[in-house]
T-cell receptor
Framework: DGGITQSPKYLFRKEGQNVTLSCEQN?????MYWYRQDPGQGLRLIYY???????QKGDIAEGYSVSREKKESFPLTVTSAQKNPTAFYLC???????????FGSGTRLTVV | GQNIDQPTEMTATEGAIVQINCTYQ??????LFWYQQHAGEAPTFLSY????GLEEKGRFSSFLSRSKGYSYLLLKELQMKDSASYLC??????????????FGAGTRLFVKA
């Protein structure tokens, strides 16, 4: 079955460490997105990519980095520069301009 | 600017009907989406409106008025499993090109017996 897979489901990070969240899709979608979700707030866009080897900053890109070397994969690195990284991270994909996103199951990142 | 407003919480009774409202402001409207999200899980797509009017899909219906910047999600014959957050999202087409989807904070619906 086609879908979008995020791993790991839970991740703990020490302060000062970089961590990378994985996102893979086999839906043949062109566009992929990373969102952050905090309690009481809407999903906020971190980065998005509409084609391979190209990506754009979202509203809260500071302290994050991404790559899009393959259509299927869009990993997100949370760097030590991100001052408040504890959150629920959601990856999504869609056809460009299409109706609706398919979301992964999310990664809950906690800084310890 | 871009803004989406929806109530924070609602409570309804099993078997009843509930309407969740959403108002939005955007410069390049290109569609409105409703998603359902159970606690700790990913959002799942419910509906998409790009033209004015009502879209019905089983127990769920979604309405859009572009001139009023207003949408609602109507849930009929409520079931306990409908207890979840409902996210309103608007796709915007900025002058710079491409598409950008903005999400509201979500409405937490509690269905009681």
């Amino acid at each position: 079955d086609g879908g979008i897979t995020q791993s790991p489901k839970y991740l703990f990070r020490k302060e000062g460490q970089n961590v990378t969240l994985s996102c893979e899709q086999n839906l043949n979608h062109d566009a992929m997105y990373w969102y952050r979700q905090d309690p009481g707030q809407g999903l906020r866009l971190i980065y998005y990519s509409q084609i391979v080897n190209d990506f754009q900053k979202g509203d809260i890109a500071e302290g994050y980095s991404v790559s899009r070397e393959k259509k299927e994969s869009f990993p997100l690195t949370v760097t030590s520069a991100q001052k408040n990284p504890t959150a629920f991270y959601l990856c999504a994909s869609s056809n460009t301009g299409g109706a609706g996103y398919t979301f992964g199951s999310g990664t809950r990142l906690t800084v310890v | 600017g871009q803004n989406i407003d929806q109530p924070t919480e609602m409570t309804a009774t099993e078997g009843a009907i509930v309407q969740i409202n959403c108002t939005y402001q955007t410069s390049g409207f290109n569609g409105l989406f409703w998603y359902q999200q159970h606690a700790g899980e990913a959002p799942t797509f419910l509906s998409y409106n790009v033209l004015d009017g009502l879209e019905e899909k089983g127990r769920f219906s979604s309405f859009l008025s572009r001139s009023k910047g207003y949408s609602y999600l109507l849930l009929k014959e409520l079931q306990m499993k409908d207890s979840a957050s409902y996210l309103c999202a608007v796709r915007d087409r900025p002058p710079t090109g491409g598409f950008k989807t903005i999400f509201g904070a979500g409405t937490r619906l509690f269905v009681k017996a």
